[in-house]
Structures are given as structure tokens and as C-alpha cells.
């Protein structure tokens, strides 16, 4: 199995980032990480976590016990059939999958050259500003520059874009990232799986990215699977 990369950047939906690791790394994957600094301050914003760039540890993205009974957003995961508690444990423990973290400077990381293998890459959530650095092939920082490469070895890139309304520059540049071979995953979930907490909604985004990855997974219930327990 090839390494996937996911890098996070800074719109609102860092919940969706958080859940995707910890998704990916129960299933058993290497996943070559970066962070920009809008994605760290949306981090702190949302999910109260302080992360840091230089000097950084995935259990930076776990919130702790006070930042999950305090956290609104964090405690409808609590507890759930892939709750945080799990969470920390996939980071200590040798046969989940793996973080490999990466400066969002470091042009130097293995996923900046095309001749780097991967399984894919996934920017969630994805800022307007990435998207249009990506589009228009700017490949300022680490991220766009592997999302790059990920085009240009038509790879798969999965774009998981947050912002409301869009304006025709932003549609523009979805379609042409679209038309060079990305997937634009709005974070836009359904509700025809009957959500009932907001985890319901995060991993009904999740799962989907998760599909797109060829990743299996009972995060929610398919439209026409009556073998799927639930509502
Ligand atoms: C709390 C917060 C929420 C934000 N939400 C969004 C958003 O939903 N969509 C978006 O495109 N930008 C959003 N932004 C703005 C981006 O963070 C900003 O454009 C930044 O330059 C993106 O940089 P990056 O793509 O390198 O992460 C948000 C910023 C903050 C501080």
C-alpha cells in the first residue's frame, strides 16, 4: 500500500482534518502530513488545539481531557464506535498507520518530487487561497507544490473546499482544477442519513474523502444498504 498525503490548510472545518487521520491511521496508513499556518490558527479557533509548525507532534492535534468536556464541536465524538479515546491510542500504537510530518517550507520532503510514490493526496479542509495558488500552478509552499506534482502525475488529488457563497473566481478555479484531474469534495454534508450529531455530519464528509481514496468504511449508512444497522 502506497503512503497517502493530507494537508490542511486554513479554512474553517478542521474537524474534518482531525477525523480524517485518525480514520487513516485505523486503517493501517502512512500518511505524510502538513500543516500551513492559517490551517493552525483555524485549528486553535475551532478545536482549541495549539499546533506547533516547527518543533511538532501529532498528539498536538488530540484536544485534551478539559478541551473535550469545555469543546461544543469536540463532545458529540466522544464515545462513538471511533471516539477520541481511540484517538490516542492510534498514535502510540505501532501497528496503526503513520504520521510523517513535513514543514509546509520543506521542499527538501519526498512528496515535493513526482518521483516520491503515493496513493494519493487530500487537502482538507481547503482554503479559497490554496485553491487558487493550486490553480494557478503557484506551488508556493509545500502543499501546493505537491498538489503539483499530484496533477502532474495524475494522481488522485481530492480538494476538500470550504466557503459560502462562492464567487465566479472560486467556481473558476474548482473547474479548472476539476478539468486538470482533481476531485472537488465540497465540505458539504448530506442529510439523508438521518445525522443526529455533528459527528454524523463529519464523517459523512469524511467518508466520502474515504471513498474517493478507495479506503473502505462504515463511517455512515449508504443510500440503499439495508445491511447497514441504523435509522
Ligand atoms: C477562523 C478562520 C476561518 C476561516 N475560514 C475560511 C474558510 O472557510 N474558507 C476560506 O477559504 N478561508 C477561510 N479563512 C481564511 C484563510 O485562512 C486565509 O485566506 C489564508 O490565507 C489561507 O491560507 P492557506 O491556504 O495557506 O492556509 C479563515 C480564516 C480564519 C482565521
Known sequence: ?????????????????VRLLEVLLVAGRRVHLTISPSAATVLNKELGLKVNLQDFDARQL???EEELISHPLLQGLEGSHS????????????????????HHSDFMAGIASGSFLTAGMVICP?????????????????????????LKERRKLILVPR??????????????????????????????????????????????ICDHLEIEHKLFKRWGDATIEGD
Open 62 to 64: 488530540l484536544p485534551t
Open 163 to 208: 466557503e459560502t457563497p462562492l464567487s465566479s473566481i472560486q467556481l473558476g478555479n474548482m473547474q479548472r482544477l476539476s478539468e486538470a484531474g482533481a476531485t472537488i469534495l465540497p465540505a458539504m454534508p448530506g442529510f439523508y442519513h438521518t445525522p443526529r450529531t455533528i459527528q454524523d455530519l463529519v464523517d459523512f464528509v469524511v467518508g466520502r
Open 126 to 150: 481547503c482554503s479559497m487561497g490554496t485553491l487558487a495558488s493550486i490553480a494557478g500552478g503557484h506551488s508556493e509552499n509545500l502543499i501546493q507544490r505537491a498538489a503539483d506534482v499530484h
Open 1 to 17: 500500500m502506497r503512503d497517502l498525503v493530507v494537508a490542511m490548510t486554513g479554512a474553517s472545518g478542521s474537524i474534518y482534518a
Open 83 to 102: 471516539g477520541l479515546s481511540d484517538f490516542s491510542s492510534v498514535f502510540s500504537d505501532p501497528q496503526q498507520g503513520k504520521i510523517i510530518y513535513h
